[in-house]
């Protein structure tokens, strides 16, 4: 009769170098997750989430279940949580300062038009005048998710030539 592992028999093959295998492999596949555009990044949950469900595997692997449930049952609290309170961050109003340079001559009201549509309210406003454009720097308030947009959204405009801020 041959005696197993838990039994406190001989180990066939090294736990170490199979743990180092599945970092290594979930490191890539983490890393493929992440994106960056547009000024965000985006992915970072999804690869930590990754993480922690190859860590759960090793986990269950070497035999430590109670342990792997009581950390899944951690993560998800923590995801559950955390997705909420994104949610009501991203709801809070808060204050951003943009610099939008537009056409000659470009009235005011139109690129106030547009911000309206955003639910954006203008807190000061200044107009500078040169040869070839017309800068506005604004003062803006208005909900945290509504900005996200708003720059690609004034850009598109024809007489918007750029759009800087919101940071």
């Known amino acids: 009769m041959r005696?197993?592992?838990?039994?406190?028999g001989p180990r066939v093959g090294d736990p170490a170098r199979l743990a180092?295998?599945?970092?290594s492999g979930i490191g890539f596949i983490g890393a493929g997750?992440?994106?960056q555009g547009g000024g965000t990044v985006t992915g970072l949950t999804s690869a930590a989430?990754?993480?922690?469900v190859a860590a759960l595997g090793i986990a269950i692997g070497a035999g430590f279940f109670v342990e792997a449930a009581g950390a899944g049952a951690l993560v998800m609290l923590v995801l559950a949580s955390l997705g909420r309170l994104e949610h009501k961050i991203r709801r809070l109003r808060r204050i951003v300062s943009y610099t939008v340079?537009?056409?000659p001559g470009t009235a005011f009201d139109v690129i106030r038009d547009?911000?309206?549509a955003h639910g954006i309210i203008v807190v000061s406003q200044q107009a500078y005048d040169h040869m070839d454009?017309?800068?506005?720097e604004l003062r803006l308030t208005g909900p945290a998710i509504q900005f996200?947009?708003?720059?690609?959204?004034?850009?598109?405009?024809?007489?918007?030539l750029s759009v800087h801020g919101g940071g």
Request: charged content about 30%; proline content about 2%.
């Open 3 to 8: 005696i197993g592992l838990l039994d406190g």
């Open 133 to 136: 454009d017309r800068t506005f």
């Open 20 to 23: 180092a295998q599945i970092v």
């Open 148 to 160: 996200e947009t708003l720059s690609e959204t004034l850009k598109m405009r024809p007489d918007v």
């Open 49 to 52: 989430t990754i993480w922690v």
């Open 101 to 103: 340079r537009t056409r």
């Open 33 to 35: 997750t992440i994106m």
């Open 114 to 116: 547009s911000l309206d």
